[in-house]
């Protein structure tokens, strides 16, 4: 019934990222397979294509050294160790979290590698910064275990085992050595976004200055990666694929970053325009706006209620968290109350677009002061690898 695209559009817009049970657009069709201590573990559909392009990159390599049978299973492992050390980069950020006291809800493996959803309310600088470094900490231990097991294999074991076993050995040490250097450049919303996040934090004690820095070191990475992207065809002919495919590769990349570097900002603006705040206070205009229209009750008289789902309801002294995570669903309209009073229904898209005017232009002129966020600010955070 509806339209759905046109709601996730009116809910993704602001960014709005709080509440329980909301996925950002890129993981909601992820499929759940695991829960690993209370984490959700979760494939989205696009992980396929990163299997099949990691398997098509290794056999490539591998047909120029073993037969074609061997190659093949060869590369199947290959791709499947990708993911599983993926997983394992994820799995230490949620459990060095879960350890650190913060509520950990999913690990989801994309095409992009994985993202772990964390509830960071509570969380200190020193906590963000060992569970930033943890993630490539892991990494770089899988790639010395795999550099171990390339390096002894050969001798150990039996030729037609032990050659094999050091190629895909060899190339997945390389591989992890390479994803924890990666993950370390001081950019969001990489891990060295949130190193860089977490060590500004410290020095200033201002957590949003703080996050704006590592948000344009973001910004600036993808637009490097762009430009060099753009630029790579220029240097290396373009009649070679390598060259042509790295390009693609590299704006792809870039693009994604500089995006998920802007929307991590805009969570974390509008999560410190939510926190302490109240419905109430919404619907009274938060600091000086134009409140969202308040419409009547929809069993109200003469209103047509036949065919009309039952709509969730928050109540007025609710925060505004509550209310944003209301409107997760197939519906755009959640009710209001007061105790046991119906005192009307909001419709998303009004209560999107006066979030979104709190956060972009702040306090109206003559407007009361905004009230001190809470710190640290409740958030959700989503982190490529
Ligand atoms: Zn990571």
């Given at each position: 019934?509806?339209?759905?695209?046109?709601?996730r559009?009116?809910l993704s817009a602001p960014g709005v990222s709080t509440g329980?049970g909301y996925r950002p657009p890129m993981l909601a069709r992820a499929?759940?397979?695991?829960?690993?201590?209370?984490?959700?573990?979760r494939?989205d559909?696009s992980?396929?294509?990163?299997?099949?392009?990691?398997?098509?990159?290794?056999?490539?390599?591998?047909?120029?050294?073993?037969?074609?049978?061997?190659?093949?299973?060869?590369?199947?492992?290959?791709?499947?160790?990708?993911?599983?050390?993926?997983?394992?980069?994820?799995?230490?950020?949620?459990?060095?979290?879960?350890?650190?006291?913060?509520?950990?809800e999913a690990?989801t493996?994309l095409?992009f590698?994985g993202v772990t959803e964390m509830?960071?309310?509570?969380?200190?600088?020193?906590?963000?910064?060992?569970?930033?470094?943890?993630?490539?900490?892991?990494?770089?231990?899988?790639?010395?275990?795999?550099?171990?097991?390339?390096?002894?294999?050969?001798?150990?074991?039996?030729?037609?085992?032990?050659?094999?076993?050091?190629?895909?050995?060899?190339?997945?040490?390389?591989?992890?050595?390479?994803?924890?250097?990666?993950?370390?450049?001081?950019?969001?919303p990489?891990?060295?976004?949130?190193?860089?996040?977490?060590?500004?934090?410290?020095?200033?004690?201002?957590?949003?200055?703080?996050?704006?820095?590592?948000?344009?070191?973001?910004?600036?990475?993808?637009?490097?990666?762009?430009?060099?992207?753009?630029?790579?065809?220029?240097?290396?002919?373009?009649?070679?694929?390598?060259?042509?495919?790295?390009?693609?590769?590299?704006?792809?990349?870039?693009?994604f970053?500089?995006l998920a570097?802007r929307r991590e900002?805009r969570h974390?603006?509008l999560?410190?325009?939510?926190?302490?705040?109240?419905?109430?206070?919404?619907?009274?205009?938060?600091?000086?706006?134009?409140?969202?229209?308040?419409?009547?009750?929809?069993?109200?008289?003469?209103?047509?209620?036949?065919?009309?789902?039952?709509?969730?309801?928050?109540?007025?002294?609710?925060?505004?968290?509550?209310?944003?995570?209301?409107?997760q669903?197939?519906?755009?309209?959640?009710?209001?109350?007061?105790?046991?009073?119906?005192?009307?229904?909001?419709?998303?898209?009004?209560?999107?677009?006066?979030?979104?005017?709190?956060?972009?232009?702040?306090?109206?002129?003559?407007?009361?002061?905004?009230?001190?966020?809470?710190?640290?600010?409740?958030s959700r955070d989503v982190e490529p690898?």
């Amino acid at each position: 019934m509806g339209a759905p695209a046109e709601r996730r559009r009116a809910l993704s817009a602001p960014g709005v990222s709080t509440g329980r049970g909301y996925r950002p657009p890129m993981l909601a069709r992820a499929v759940r397979i695991a829960n690993v201590r209370g984490v959700e573990v979760r494939l989205d559909p696009s992980v396929l294509l990163l299997g099949v392009l990691v398997a098509a990159l290794f056999l490539l390599r591998f047909v120029d050294g073993f037969s074609w049978p061997l190659a093949i299973p060869m590369a199947a492992v290959g791709a499947l160790l990708v993911m599983a050390t993926t997983f394992a980069h994820e799995l230490a950020h949620a459990l060095e979290a879960q350890h650190r006291g913060i509520e950990v809800e999913a690990i989801t493996l994309l095409l992009f590698g994985g993202v772990t959803e964390m509830h960071a309310g509570g969380q200190t600088a020193r906590d963000e910064l060992a569970i930033a470094l943890v993630g490539p900490y892991v990494s770089l231990l899988c790639g010395a275990v795999f550099g171990i097991v390339a390096t002894v294999s050969p001798d150990l074991l039996p030729d037609a085992v032990g050659a094999p076993v050091a190629e895909v050995a060899g190339l997945l040490g390389w591989w992890n050595v390479l994803l924890a250097a990666f993950n370390i450049v001081p950019g969001a919303p990489l891990d060295g976004g949130r190193v860089l996040r977490a060590l500004m934090w410290m020095i200033t004690r201002d957590r949003m200055r703080a996050l704006r820095t590592s948000v344009r070191a973001g910004q600036l990475l993808g637009l490097t990666l762009v430009g060099t992207g753009l630029l790579l065809p220029f240097v290396a002919p373009l009649t070679l694929l390598p060259a042509s495919v790295g390009s693609v590769i590299l704006v792809v990349t870039g693009v994604f970053l500089y995006l998920a570097a802007r929307r991590e900002l805009r969570h974390a603006e509008l999560d410190e325009v939510l926190s302490g705040r109240t419905v109430r206070e919404l619907l009274s205009g938060l600091d000086g706006r134009q409140p969202p229209p308040l419409e009547p009750p929809p069993d109200a008289v003469g209103a047509d209620t036949a065919g009309v789902p039952e709509l969730p309801a928050v109540q007025l002294h609710a925060d505004l968290h509550a209310l944003v995570a209301a409107f997760q669903g197939d519906h755009d309209r959640v009710r209001v109350a007061d105790g046991a009073v119906e005192v009307g229904t909001l419709v998303e898209r009004d209560v999107a677009r006066s979030l979104h005017e709190v956060r972009r232009f702040g306090a109206a002129a003559g407007g009361p002061e905004p009230p001190a966020p809470a710190a640290p600010v409740a958030s959700r955070d989503v982190e490529p690898m």
